[in-house]
């Protein structure tokens, strides 16, 4: 689907929205704050810009942001029982709606101070991201981003998850296609101005197995390894990537 430059307007307000929400966490992450505390903190930055939650509620999600820590690779429900602790990294997904049109970015960050092994986690996931939005131009094809993601990631000994995986955005959080996060073994459509993707790596530091707990929404390393996940919505251009949930 290639939005029009309005639609891309709205997507662009929806992107904004997320940024200031990952802002806002971040700024809230300390020792002895609950994941529920870094909910509401989220769910106020969209009351305050008149947006309104794509996670709330989606098939049946109970929170306006998923909250993720260690080896919690994603979906992670925020909990005033789940209290972050010095050391600990913490994934933090956000959504947001603005006039029908969607936004959604992830980042993970560290509570306090983290051992070399975890930063350089966040790092190497973070430049994965970065390397597959370089990726993100006009006649190039859709699986190459897949392609750079993994082999960032692949070179630092890192594994990349396979059973969850970037979508296109839009009108719906989720739209087709999908965007693995590694080459498919294909090179897939190609890339035109006016489409809008996320792209969302999930790296382990150990296998790139996963495991869903007991509440049937949390994902976590099936070797208990920890994991990060960074996403932005980015829009094809003319001038090359867009990204709509940079702060
Ligand atoms: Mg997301
Ligand atoms: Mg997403």
């Keep these: ?9 709205k997507m662009r307000k929806a992107g904004k929205v997320v940024a200031e929400m990952h802002e806002a966490t971040r700024a809230a992450i300390r020792p002895g704050i609950s994941t529920m505390d870094l909910n509401n903190v989220a769910a106020q930055v ?3 810009r008149g947006a309104t939650s ?10 306006v942001i998923c909250t993720s820590p260690n080896d919690m690779i994603v979906h992670g429900i925020p909990s005033a029982e789940v209290i972050l602790v010095e050391g600990d990294i913490i994934s933090i997904d956000c959504g947001a709606i603005i006039e029908g049109y969607h936004g959604d970015a992830a980042y993970t960050a ?13 790092e190497v996931t973070e430049a994965s991201l970065f390397a597959g939005i370089d990726q993100m131009t006009k006649g190039n094809r859709l699986h190459e981003i897949g392609r750079a993601v993994q082999g960032v990631a692949e070179a630092q000994g890192y594994s990349v998850v396979r059973e969850y995986v970037g979508h296109a955005i839009g009108t719906a959080m989720h739209e087709q296609p999908q965007v693995p996060n590694y080459w498919p ?3 897939g459509p190609s890339l035109k101005t006016g489409m809008v993707f996320a792209v969302e790596p999930m790296i382990n530091i150990g296998t790139q197995e996963t495991m869903t707990l007991e509440d049937g ?5 099936a070797d208990g390894s920890l994991s990060a996940h960074f996403e932005h919505t980015i829009a ?5 990537p867009e990204v709509f949930t940079l702060p």
């Design 236 to 240: 094809i251009t003319d001038h090359g």
């Design 185 to 187: 073994g294909s090179p």
């Design 46 to 48: 969209i009351e305050r």
């Design 1 to 9: 689907m290639r939005r029009n430059e309005d639609e891309l307007n």
């Design 217 to 221: 929404w949390a994902v976590v390393t």
């Design 110 to 122: 560290g509570v306090g101070e983290i051992s070399k092994e975890a930063q350089r986690l966040l």
């Design 54 to 63: 794509n996670f709330l509620n989606y098939h049946g999600f109970p929170a």
